[in-house]
């Protein structure tokens, strides 16, 4: 990509309330690139109920196609539980989309943003490595199905899977983010009970730290470490985890940090990045303009952060700056959405942090 060239970007606005969330984040963005000389070509895509309306599918072989020409991407949030049969029961859009494209890495850091919101911890500062394409996410593992079944009516089993390459490809992830960071690594695994299955997991993440001398490595049972982010946040900085434990986790962090509609995240393979925000399509609040889009404009700030190394245009990672500090400072101007305590609307709080972007 020439430096002179509009950056070609995916929207995939989703469900529930992707459309508020995506729509901030693409106002913010564009004003962000624009102020460091960066034309965008959006691309809108189709995904989710929208998708069934129009295509009679929730991922249309057009999003498809536009995502395969694509190394980046926004996606909102997908509610399968809403879609009708035989949808709801199918791979999620959003999991179609991470495994079609390898995106094996899930990061999500957790820190609060400004003093002016409550966090239950305020020293928490960091960021969950979540292995994305095996584990006990049974979806994640199957050629075809959804790799759940029921023997018996009253039975119910679930396939999990550990591979060796992906618990090293996830654990170096990790490692390599430590560098720029506190030089720590702390594995999730439960080992003691599953093993074979999480043994593995803890194993190749301890196989790789050899390569990595500089980095500490602490080994913590996933419950314990639920426990431990809250009784001593300080003392933790990357965390590796399987899919489904990275899930969970994540969620904790970032609601300790703040607000889960806060906790930004971007999937990414070696070749591919995906910003979406770690919460769900939050259907109890959707169409209201009450949503938090912080989680997904950071998310988008992360992109072109991924974006500014892979291209080298140190002016996406200028804009990815502006963006954070515009969110910060607009959250220090205690423009709030409820879920921080706050009387703001999306709209409102999108507005406001455009007018700190224009004036910066
Ligand atoms: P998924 O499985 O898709 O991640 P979930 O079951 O974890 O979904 P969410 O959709 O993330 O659920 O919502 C969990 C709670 O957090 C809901 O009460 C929702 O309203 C709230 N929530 C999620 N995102 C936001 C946001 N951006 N702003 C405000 N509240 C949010």
Same mark, same amino acid.
């Given at each position: *990509?020439?430096?002179?060239?509009?950056?070609?970007?995916?929207?995939?606005?989703?469900?529930?309330?992707?459309? !508020?969330?995506?729509?901030?984040?693409?106002?913010?963005?564009?004003?962000?690139?624009? #102020?460091? +000389?960066?034309?965008? &070509?959006?691309?809108?895509?189709?995904?989710?109920?929208? #998708?069934?309306?129009?295509?009679?599918?929730?991922?249309?072989?057009?999003?498809?196609?536009? =995502?395969?020409?694509?190394?980046?991407?926004?996606?909102?949030?997908?509610?399968?539980?809403?879609?009708?049969?035989?949808?709801?029961?199918?791979?999620?859009?959003?999991?179609?989309?991470?495994?079609?494209?390898?995106?094996?890495?899930?990061?999500?850091?957790?820190?609060?943003?400004? $003093?002016?919101?409550?966090?239950?911890?305020?020293?928490? &500062?960091?960021? @969950?490595?979540?292995?994305?394409?095996?584990?006990?996410?049974?979806?994640? %593992?199957?050629?075809? $199905?959804?790799?759940?079944? *029921?023997?018996?009516?009253?039975?119910?089993?679930?396939?999990?899977?550990? /591979?060796?390459?992906?618990?090293?490809?996830?654990?170096?992830?990790?490692?390599?983010?430590?560098?720029?960071?506190?030089?720590?690594?702390?594995? #999730?695994?439960?080992?003691?009970?599953?093993?074979?299955?999480?043994?593995?997991?803890? &194993?190749?993440?301890?196989? @790789?730290?050899?390569?990595?001398?500089?980095? /500490?490595?602490?080994?913590?049972?996933?419950?314990?470490?639920?426990?431990? =982010?809250?009784?001593?946040?300080? !003392?933790?900085?990357?965390?590796?985890?399987?899919? *489904?434990? $990275?899930?969970?986790?994540?969620?904790?962090?970032?609601?300790?940090?703040?607000?889960? $509609? *806060?906790?930004?995240?971007?999937? =990414? +393979?070696?070749?591919?990045?995906?910003?979406?925000?770690?919460?769900?399509?939050?259907?109890?609040?959707?169409?209201? %303009?009450?949503? %938090?889009?912080?989680?997904?404009? =950071?998310?988008?700030?992360?992109?072109?952060?991924?974006?500014?190394?892979?291209?080298?245009?140190?002016?996406?990672?200028?804009?990815? /700056?502006?963006?954070?500090?515009?969110?910060?400072? +607009?959250?220090?101007?205690?423009?709030?959405?409820?879920?921080?305590?706050?009387?703001?609307?999306?709209?409102?709080?999108?507005?406001?942090?455009?007018?700190?972007?224009? +004036?910066?």
């Amino acid at each position: *990509m020439a430096t002179e060239d509009p950056l070609r970007l995916g929207v995939v606005a989703g469900d529930g309330i992707g459309p !508020e969330i995506v729509s901030a984040a693409v106002q913010i963005s564009e004003r962000a690139l624009a #102020a460091v +000389s960066v034309p965008v &070509d959006w691309r809108r895509l189709r995904m989710g109920a929208e #998708a069934i309306t129009a295509e009679g599918t929730p991922l249309p072989e057009a999003t498809l196609a536009e =995502l395969d020409r694509l190394d980046a991407w926004l996606l909102g949030p997908h509610d399968n539980a809403g879609y009708p049969a035989p949808f709801r029961d199918a791979l999620s859009p959003g999991g179609t989309i991470r495994k079609r494209y390898g995106l094996y890495a899930n990061i999500r850091p957790a820190r609060r943003l400004s $003093g002016a919101i409550p966090a239950v911890c305020p020293t928490l &500062d960091v960021v @969950v490595v979540r292995e994305n394409t095996e584990g006990f996410y049974s979806d994640r %593992n199957m050629y075809d $199905g959804p790799g759940e079944f *029921m023997p018996t009516a009253d039975v119910a089993m679930a396939v999990a899977v550990f /591979t060796r390459e992906a618990c090293e490809r996830i654990a170096h992830q990790a490692f390599r983010l430590a560098r720029t960071r506190r030089r720590s690594v702390t594995v #999730a695994h439960k080992a003691n009970v599953l093993s074979k299955t999480t043994g593995l997991f803890r &194993d190749s993440c301890v196989r @790789v730290a050899e390569q990595y001398p500089d980095v /500490t490595v602490r080994l913590e049972h996933i419950d314990a470490l639920a426990a431990l =982010l809250v009784a001593r946040p300080a !003392e933790f900085d990357v965390i590796v985890a399987e899919n *489904m434990f $990275g899930d969970i986790l994540s969620d904790l962090t970032g609601q300790l940090a703040g607000s889960l $509609g *806060m906790a930004p995240s971007v999937n =990414l +393979s070696d070749t591919k990045a995906m910003a979406q925000a770690a919460h769900g399509s939050a259907p109890d609040i959707a169409g209201r %303009n009450i949503a %938090n889009p912080v989680a997904m404009i =950071l998310s988008t700030a992360m992109l072109l952060e991924w974006l500014a190394e892979r291209h080298h245009r140190g002016a996406l990672a200028d804009a990815a /700056t502006r963006i954070r500090d515009a969110v910060c400072r +607009s959250l220090d101007d205690g423009v709030h959405t409820p879920d921080l305590g706050g009387a703001a609307t999306t709209t409102g709080f999108t507005e406001h942090v455009l007018s700190v972007l224009a +004036s910066a």
